[in-house]
């Protein structure tokens, strides 16, 4: 075989290793992220407790989307930092044409110069790679690892805010409807005093004050009814908009299930703000943020170090070179370069400083912003711990109340009805039997919201990756 076939062949070869490892970078796309959260809202098969609802607002609500995806940057982050570690690899082609002047001695061309033209092409394969930094990479990986792991608990915290506030809005719905129902009750009370009070005016036992006051409480208990309405709508439309729902979805809401009310902490308020201090992922993202600040305080020291890196070509020179018009002459012959560089920086007119002094700065911010964030973890602990004490307290003196409340009214309404009791004990006892309702459906929803709150609190709420 003849030496230009040899270099031809050698030639193709380069080019065929060039062209795969040109695919391989081209081939490597992301991975699909599947979403797979679709929830079918316009169905009617049953009604949507809490748990549904939750599942709900977890999959559209934008706010833990939003949170959900930073994760992921951060993730990717710690991916762009570990490929740094990693030997650069990229395919380079030069080609053109060049026409250079230049000089000669006299005594071998009188005019003193010569003309060259040049065509050429050269294909080539380089590698760079980055051996030593003495910490640069350590701590911007370090930080990197850091933002992804407070990246990932805020995402958790978005969950737990989303949880809480569904919850809440879920509460507040029940306790409007059972508002509705205390309204009813009341506007049914309100008939039989009336219905009573007119019997006792035909038996000539009661005024037409007594009934025109009878017929006044019936007409504010309708009034109260439609108020009630009004409050169980806006409540809904407050729940259809915090889950995430077009304004304009009807959905079945289940009643809420798991007992009446919660029961007393069994742990202490102490108990409650170490755990919150230990788990609360506002507090960990914090804590996550100083270690972030400490690896650009690590990554700028480092500057102060040499960089050690190396650096390498192989190609395959396809080219022609002419002089003076005289016939081209070709090569088609490899060839190739490595270095070791050695960099070590001595004066940058102290960008090195200040790099330093912000990011030590950065440390400083993130520290007390930690200490920010654990004073405020331990007053909202505090808060809700109070909060659920005096709620479960106040639900169950509101049962005492309302049945209370009730065993008086039917007595004063029995009485009255046998001519013994007078209007004006029936129509007190009435008033009383209303607001012990209305106190009961107010008293129970702020019990199980407190609750709510004081797992938000102290970082209990559990939520599903």
Partial sequence: MSRRAVNRVRGIGVALCLGFVACEAWGATPPSIQHGCVEDT?????????????????CLNPETREAWERARQANFAVDLVRSSYAPQVSLEALGGFQRTPAPIPTNLIPR??????????IPALSVKWLLFDFGRRAG???T???NRAAAEVAYTGAQQELIFRVSRAYFDFQSSHEGLRAAGKALEAALMTQDATEAQRRNGRATVVAVAQAE?????????????????????ATLIATVGLPADTQLAIGEATGGPVPLLPDETVDQHVQRALAVRPDVRAAEEKVRAAQGEVQSARAAYRPVV?????????????????SPYYSVNRPGG??????????FDGGARSAHLSVAQSHVQAAEDQLDQVRDKAAQEVVKAYNDLQTGVEAYSEAQAFAHASRVAYEAALDAYRHGVGTYTDLANDEAMMVQADATLA??????????????????????TP
């Fill in 42 to 58: 316009s169905r009617s098969n049953g009604s949507y407790d809490l748990p549904r609802l939750l599942d709900v607002a977890q």
């Fill in 112 to 121: 003193g110069y010569f003309t060259s033209n040049t065509r050429e092409l």
């Fill in 140 to 142: 911007l990986e370090a």
């Fill in 144 to 146: 990197a690892h850091a």
């Fill in 216 to 236: 006044r409480q019936t007409a504010l208990s309708k009034l109260n009814q439609v108020k009630a309405k009004g409050t169980a709508r806006i409540a809904y």
């Fill in 309 to 325: 890196s190396l650096a390498g070509r192989y190609y395959q020179n396809i080219g022609a070179l002419s002089t003076d018009g």
């Fill in 337 to 346: 370069a490595v270095f070791l560089d050695v960099e070590l920086p001595l």
């Fill in 442 to 463: 107010t008293t129970t929803s702020a019990a199980r919201i407190a609750q709510v709150a004081l797992a938000l609190a102290a970082g209990d709420i559990r939520v």
